[in-house]
Structure formats: structure tokens, C-alpha cells
């Protein structure tokens, strides 16, 4: 157990809301991650972050933003949510504070999210 | 750039037989890794089995083997004796050294396991 939360875990929201979901870890782990997961496509990143306050894209932003002013917190926010973005959100984190390639990823439960 | 992928879309296997789960990578970087991690119904991801780039012997953790060939670019799951609780989702994944370690996944193969 990494000590990672995700919340919320469900949640159904209409086209055109703003949504925010939220990863907790307890253990100051540097490296943050949200990863999304649609069938067929595995998981695709979205954003991650290398410390507090320091953000960077994914292959799949658009649509998308975080913020991190906590190390134990990363937030991804929706700001106009639509049906594509229906999917199920996966918060991990990196256990070393490195960038090397040798470190596997520790998942939350994942935020399963439909857009109406 | 980087990519991962997983031909099989769904796979079964009789309880107890080993089955191999095919995975192909493609990466300019000499130095990485490769990951595989299962995702059963409930969801979760479990991490599995690692192999670097530079490590000779192919990767092992109990029933979970990873068959790695350098110059084919491939990076397959063997799973020796079939569990029924083997039924799952399993991704194969990718990190570089040049990309920071993020991981970079397949499109996953749907393992079943028959009775």
C-alpha cells in the first residue's frame, strides 16, 4: 500500500461542469501522476508533477489542468467537462525521487467519472 | 517517440497451462524499462514483473517471466501454470531515462483462464 487515495471514487457529472478530483498520498512522494483509461487505449497520461508547484503535460491535456500546492496533493481539474472526458482516472505516484527509467509506478484505486 | 504494443486484445488458457502474453516496444532511448502490471475486475493495478534494458538474464518473480529479446524489441509475459485468478487485464508498459521515467502503456490484453 503506497498510501494513495483518490476521491472521489464515482462520480456523474453534467456536460459543461467543472470538475476536480483528487489524489492524497501520505508518504512526500516527489513524482505524481494522472493517467486515464479508456478500452482499447491502455492508459494515456495526462499530466504529471516533479515537486510542488511544478506541473507538466501528458500526451492527452487538452481539456484538462492540476495544480499542486501540497506535496501530499495533486489535483486534475476539468474546467468544462465533456462525454469524451467519461473515463476512469488513475492517480500514481514514484516511490524514488529520481526521473530513472528503473521505478515502477503505485496506482490509487482510480475515479471512475461519467460526463451526461 | 515511444510505444508500446500489445497485439492480443483477449487471450484464454486452461487452468494450469502456461500461457505468453506478446508486447513490443519501440524507443530510440538506450537506456529503459519495461513493466507489466495486472488489472483485475476490481480495478486495481497491481505491478508485476520489471526488466531494464541492460540487465542480461530475463526477469523472474515466481510464476511471472519475462521473455525479453533486445533486438526484437519485445518484451512478453509468461505465466507458468494458470490460476483462475489470473482472469484479468494485463499492460504492458514502458519508461525511458530521456522521458523522465514516466511510463507509457499497451492497450492491454484480456487474459481468461478456463476451468
Known amino acids: 500500500d503506497a498510501g494513495i487515495t483518490q476521491s472521489p471514487r464515482h462520480k456523474v457529472t453534467e456536460t459543461g461542469t467543472p470538475v476536480t478530483l483528487r489524489c492524497h498520498q501520505t508518504e512526500n512522494h516527489r513524482y505524481m501522476y494522472w493517467y486515464r483509461q479508456d478500452p482499447g487505449h491502455g492508459l494515456r497520461l495526462i499530466h504529471y508533477?516533479?515537486?510542488?508547484?511544478?506541473?507538466d503535460k501528458g500526451e492527452v491535456s487538452d481539456g484538462y489542468s492540476v495544480s499542486r500546492s501540497k506535496t501530499e496533493d495533486f489535483l486534475l481539474t476539468l474546467e468544462s467537462a465533456t462525454s469524451s472526458q467519461t473515463s476512469v482516472y488513475f492517480c500514481a505516484i514514484r516511490a524514488s525521487s529520481t526521473g530513472g527509467p528503473n521505478e515502477k509506478l503505485f496506482f490509487g484505486s482510480g475515479t471512475q467519472l461519467s460526463v451526461l | 517517440a515511444q510505444k508500446i504494443t500489445q497485439t492480443q486484445p483477449g487471450m484464454f488458457v486452461q487452468e494450469k497451462e502456461a500461457v505468453t502474453l506478446d508486447c513490443t516496444y519501440d524507443?530510440?532511448?538506450?537506456?529503459?524499462?519495461l513493466f507489466w502490471y495486472k488489472q483485475p475486475s476490481s480495478g486495481e493495478m497491481i505491478f508485476l514483473i520489471y526488466q531494464g534494458s541492460y540487465d542480461e538474464q530475463n526477469a523472474t518473480e515466481g510464476r511471472y517471466s519475462l521473455n525479453f529479446q533486445k533486438a526484437r524489441k519485445s518484451a512478453n509475459l509468461v505465466i507458468s501454470a494458470s490460476q483462475l485468478g489470473d482472469s484479468a487485464m494485463y499492460f504492458c508498459?514502458?519508461?525511458?531515462?530521456?522521458?523522465?521515467?514516466?511510463?507509457?502503456f499497451g492497450q492491454g490484453t484480456e487474459l481468461s483462464v478456463k476451468p
Open positions: 508533477s516533479y515537486g510542488v508547484k511544478d506541473t
Open positions: 508498459a514502458m519508461s525511458t531515462y530521456n522521458q523522465g521515467g514516466k511510463l507509457i
Open positions: 524507443t530510440s532511448d538506450q537506456s529503459y524499462g
